[in-house]
C-alpha cells in the first residue's frame, strides 16, 4: 500500500496526469503518462476502448427511448379501454395493467440521464 501511494506521487511529480478513470483490474486510479496509461497498483498499462463504451451507452439511451414509447402507448391504449369500459372486473384489471405499465414507464425514465 504505502509502495504504491510513493509510486503514484512519484508518477504525479514526473508529470503523469490523474484520469477519472480506473483500473479495470483492481479500480484504483489510473494515471496519463504522455500517451500510455497506466495503473501505478498493477505496474502496467492499462487501454482504455472509451469509444466502445460510448457506443454501448448511446445505443442503452436508445433502446431506453424506444421502451418508453412503447410504455407510453400501452398506458394510452388502456386509457382508451377504461374510457369505453363499464363492467366492474374489467375495470380492475385494466387498473392494475395501468399501474404496472406506469411503473414500468416510471423506472425506464429513473434509468435515462438528464
Ligand atoms: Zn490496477
Redesign the pocket.
Given at each position: 500500500m504505502g509502495s504504491e501511494l510513493k509510486k503514484m506521487s512519484e508518477l504525479l511529480k514526473s508529470g503523469a496526469t490523474m484520469l477519472s478513470e480506473?483500473?479495470?483490474?483492481?479500480?484504483?486510479p489510473?494515471f496519463r503518462v504522455g500517451k500510455e496509461i497506466i495503473?501505478?497498483?498493477?505496474?502496467?498499462q492499462?487501454v482504455i476502448v472509451k469509444s466502445t463504451e460510448e457506443e454501448g451507452k448511446i445505443m442503452g439511451d436508445r433502446v431506453l427511448q424506444e421502451l418508453e414509447q412503447t410504455l407510453l402507448s400501452k398506458i394510452k391504449e388502456i386509457d382508451g379501454a377504461i374510457r369505453s369500459e363499464k363492467d366492474p372486473d374489467r375495470l380492475g384489471q385494466y387498473g392494475k395493467a395501468l399501474l404496472t405499465w406506469l411503473d414500468a414507464f416510471e423506472r425506464v425514465r429513473r434509468l435515462k440521464p438528464d
Amino acid at each position: 500500500m504505502g509502495s504504491e501511494l510513493k509510486k503514484m506521487s512519484e508518477l504525479l511529480k514526473s508529470g503523469a496526469t490523474m484520469l477519472s478513470e480506473t483500473c479495470p483490474e483492481c479500480g484504483s486510479p489510473l494515471f496519463r503518462v504522455g500517451k500510455e496509461i497506466i495503473c501505478a497498483k498493477c505496474n502496467r498499462q492499462v487501454v482504455i476502448v472509451k469509444s466502445t463504451e460510448e457506443e454501448g451507452k448511446i445505443m442503452g439511451d436508445r433502446v431506453l427511448q424506444e421502451l418508453e414509447q412503447t410504455l407510453l402507448s400501452k398506458i394510452k391504449e388502456i386509457d382508451g379501454a377504461i374510457r369505453s369500459e363499464k363492467d366492474p372486473d374489467r375495470l380492475g384489471q385494466y387498473g392494475k395493467a395501468l399501474l404496472t405499465w406506469l411503473d414500468a414507464f416510471e423506472r425506464v425514465r429513473r434509468l435515462k440521464p438528464d
